[in-house]
């Protein structure tokens, strides 16, 4: 019995040339965005980002963002650094001015300053990643839907799958709460039943003695719950996509497929693991070959705009701004590197799924097309 995920790489390579190449700007420039969501180039179905700590967001996956609740605790700590700033701006005026200096007054509010600055930028940050987070679930339709119909029309495709988005996003939420719930209730059942619940058995030769076995839970727990992520971006949102199901429907049909064909998903499984990291890899080396092919004109811009300028204020803020130009170049050349790379990963789930169960094939039309 041949193994679809080992026959199919190929298909997968030639189904992402068939859509990408010859290259269009438009397309690659509008599937550079929608990567920028989904957090492409990494390979497989992403699970490894889930081990990662990223559940995918995703995050690759998920809008899952911080995993503290954002309540008095966080209100207290704020308004402690809030109150602490003027006292820590007095001692630090006092070692850099002296104590005679009669600046204390101002040092203090440029500290203070200073901190309400970074606690800003720390929440527009955040709000971002939590922003990201919530596109992201509708993206990941946008970004299948073009690769089956090999047309990228954001907007359009963004308000056709607004109902699925939504469900993705509550079934990423609810999921990972259970698996909170879970990992809580598994680790206190550990506790008691290993260590009676008493505290003072947490010696060093105690902890020692059972650090394997609670490593081991721990990966089991994340490995199946980033296979269920993965499996989900995969399979389940390509079956959404196209056939209208839900996502417990969708998640229905793969089961069932699962377990008609065990050994062609662990296949899959395997070597969409090793095909990850070797995307990881090759994302890698293109990203340093892309920072030094564009560090040398925008370093020799810097440099001779610094120089050439004398070196003072108006010098420092040109340089600046190349610097920033260069840094914004070498981000969305990382992302049309990222383009290929994940239309690649998905276009080979998408083509093993469809060999593995006909019934269940999101692209008959493309696999036709590079087949024929």
């Known amino acids: 019995m041949s193994l679809h995920a080992i026959d199919d790489i190929g298909d997968a390579i030639d189904a992402t040339k068939s859509f990408l190449f010859p290259v269009e700007r438009g397309t690659w420039l509008r599937l550079a965005f929608v990567v920028f969501f989904i957090g492409g180039g990494g390979g497989g179905f992403n699970f490894l980002r889930t081990l990662n700590g990223f559940s995918t967001s995703e995050g690759s996956s998920g809008p899952s963002g911080p995993t503290g609740p954002i309540g008095s605790g966080s209100e207290f700590a704020v308004t402690g650094v809030l109150d602490a700033l003027p006292r820590v701006g007095g001692g630090l005026a006092t070692q850099v001015s002296g104590p005679g200096s009669g600046m204390p007054g101002s040092t203090d509010a440029l500290f203070a300053g200073l901190g309400l600055a970074i606690l800003a930028i720390l929440g527009l940050l955040l709000v971002v990643v939590l922003v990201m987070g919530l596109v992201s679930n509708f993206m990941e339709f946008v970004f299948v839907q073009s690769l089956v119909s090999r047309e990228v029309h954001v907007r359009r495709y963004f308000s056709d799958h607004l109902g699925n988005g939504l469900q993705l996003l509550a079934f990423r939420i609810v999921f990972d709460i259970i698996t909170a719930l879970v990992g809580i209730v598994v680790l206190a059942a550990f506790f008691f ?59 229905q049909r793969l089961l069932g497929s699962i377990r008609d064909h065990p050994k062609q998903y662990l296949a899959y499984l395997l070597l969409s693991v090793v095909i990850g990291i070797g995307v990881g890899i090759l994302s890698a080396v293109l990203g340093v070959v892309a920072f030094v092919a564009l560090g040398i004109p925008f370093g020799i811009a810097g440099l001779g705009l610094w120089f050439a300028l004398g070196q003072g204020l108006l010098a420092g803020v040109l ?39 006909e019934s269940l094939d999101p692209i008959p039309e493309v696999r036709a097309d590079i087949r024929s």
Not at 332 to 357: E, K, Q
């Open 193 to 251: 039943l290993a260590l009676g619940g008493e505290m003072s058995d947490l010696g060093g030769g105690v902890f020692a003695a059972l650090s394997l076995p609670l490593i081991a839970l721990v990966g089991i727990g994340l490995l199946v719950a980033g296979i269920v992520t993965g499996f989900t971006t995969v399979f389940v949102v390509p079956l959404m996509a196209t056939r209208g199901d839900n996502i417990l429907e969708g998640w």
């Open 319 to 357: 340089a600046g701004i190349v610097a920033v130009l260069f840094l914004l170049a070498v981000f969305v050349v990382a992302l049309l590197v990222s383009v290929p790379l994940t239309a690649f990963t998905r276009y080979y789930a998408m083509l093993v799924l469809g060999d593995i169960d």
